[in-house]
């Protein structure tokens, strides 16, 4: 009989602890591309990897502005950031790694509609998985206030 009882409030234990997830914020302005392929798409993967690891799940947002716009355009050959050798010369399988981010992953990809014009930005020249917000800051205080820890991620 206390065995029945073990296994079933461990069961219970295991079961409430994958209905809270942990859950990140990124804000997300670096030009770096080192900094971004780093702290954003290897960090994400080990991150979740973790947490499934602990039978939890981790919930990932990505608010995106300042320079780091260019990492998430249909085409960057065809908008300001065309003299960014780096990026122009990784695109295609950059691309492809992003969007596994967000199908694989489940990450959530938030851009600044605000700031868009400022970079000659129109919604038609970002990517579709990207879903373009009023501003970064609703999109931080948004997530913040759902209980997301917040990790800024910037060229310092």
């Known amino acids: 009989m206390k ?5 079933l409030l461990l069961s219970i234990g295991l079961g409430q602890a994958e209905e809270v997830p942990a ?3 990124y804000d997300l302005t ?9 702290k954003i798409l290897k960090a994400i993967v080990a991150n979740k990897a973790h947490y499934e690891s602990k039978l939890r799940e981790l919930e990932v947002a990505v608010v995106i502005h300042g320079g780091a716009y260019r ?16 990026l122009l010369a990784d695109y295609k ?8 981010m967000a199908d694989t992953y489940d990450v959530e990809f938030l851009m600044c509609g605000a ?4 970079h000659g930005l129109k ?3 970002i990517v579709n998985f990207v879903k373009i917000i ?5 999109g931080l205080i948004d997530r913040q206030n759902e209980g997301y820890a917040y990790i800024p991620i910037g060229d310092r």
């Not at 065995?3 to 296994?7: E, S």
């Not at 670096?30 to 780093?38: H, M, V």
């Not at 399988?93 to 969007?99: D, G, V």
């Open 93 to 100: 399988t950059l691309k492809k790694r992003i969007k596994s």
């Open 3 to 7: 065995k029945i009882i073990v296994i």
């Open 30 to 38: 670096t030009k770096n591309l080192a900094t971004f392929e780093k």
């Open 123 to 125: 919604a038609k020249d």
């Open 115 to 118: 700031g868009m014009p400022k």
């Open 23 to 25: 859950k990140v914020v």
């Open 134 to 138: 009023p501003n970064s800051t609703i």
């Open 71 to 86: 990492y998430f355009t249909v085409d960057p050959s065809q908008t300001e950031y065309k003299t960014d050798k780096a």
